[in-house]
């Protein structure tokens, strides 16, 4: 007995490709994901401790009244976040929460700038209009979590 095999969209009028669908990607791999903690020394003890994650870097950032300790995990990282300032939006997070959590997941792209043209094209709002620096050098813009399944997200070119 044969099985045939039909692509979502094949031989089916109902079925039709979208203008907003794109033909290669944007999102290339996991960058990070972010988590926001009151204390990173304790934050960093735990994942030591429970799963010998070492620091692979660390980085005070001024522009988001942040420092972070990234944790490399295989090709991604896990990002400690920790407000260095009380008007930081990260303390407003963690005020309003109550406690650590997941802030942000940083996907990587090949190009921020034309990612975050597509995001807009498509009328979501954006927290940076361009493209602008994050940690390790990086080139970062962030979406609206209302406009991304209550996610805020980082798009991060390398
Ligand atoms: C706020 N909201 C969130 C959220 N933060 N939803 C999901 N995830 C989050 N992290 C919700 C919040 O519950 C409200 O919903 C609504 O969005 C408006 O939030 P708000 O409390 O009024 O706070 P805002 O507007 O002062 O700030 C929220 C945003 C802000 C997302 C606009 O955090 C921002 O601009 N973030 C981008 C920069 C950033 O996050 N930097 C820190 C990481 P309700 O309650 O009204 O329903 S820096 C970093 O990761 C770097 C540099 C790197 O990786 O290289
Ligand atoms: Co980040």
Same mark, same amino acid.
């Given at each position: ?83 260095? !300032? ?49 940690? !390790? ?22």
């Amino acid at each position: 007995m044969s099985i045939s095999v039909r692509r979502p969209g094949e031989n089916d009028p109902q079925v039709q490709t979208t203008e907003s669908a794109q033909t290669r990607p944007l999102l290339t791999e996991i960058d990070h994901i972010a988590i926001a903690v009151p204390d990173l020394g304790e934050a960093i003890d735990y994942y030591r401790e429970t799963f010998g994650a070492v620091v692979d870097h660390r980085e005070v950032v001024d522009s988001d009244g942040v420092e972070e300790a990234l944790l490399k995990v295989a090709e991604s990282y896990v990002q400690l976040l920790t407000p260095t !300032r009380d008007d930081s939006t990260v303390a407003k997070w963690l005020e309003k929460r109550g406690g650590p959590g997941i802030h942000h997941v940083g996907y990587r792209v090949t190009s921020c700038a034309e990612a975050l043209d597509a995001v807009k094209a498509q009328g979501f709002r954006v927290l940076d209009e361009q493209p602008r620096r994050g940690s !390790r050098g990086t080139t970062v813009a962030f979406i609206h979590p209302k406009d991304a399944l209550g996610t805020l997200i980082e798009l991060v070119e390398e």
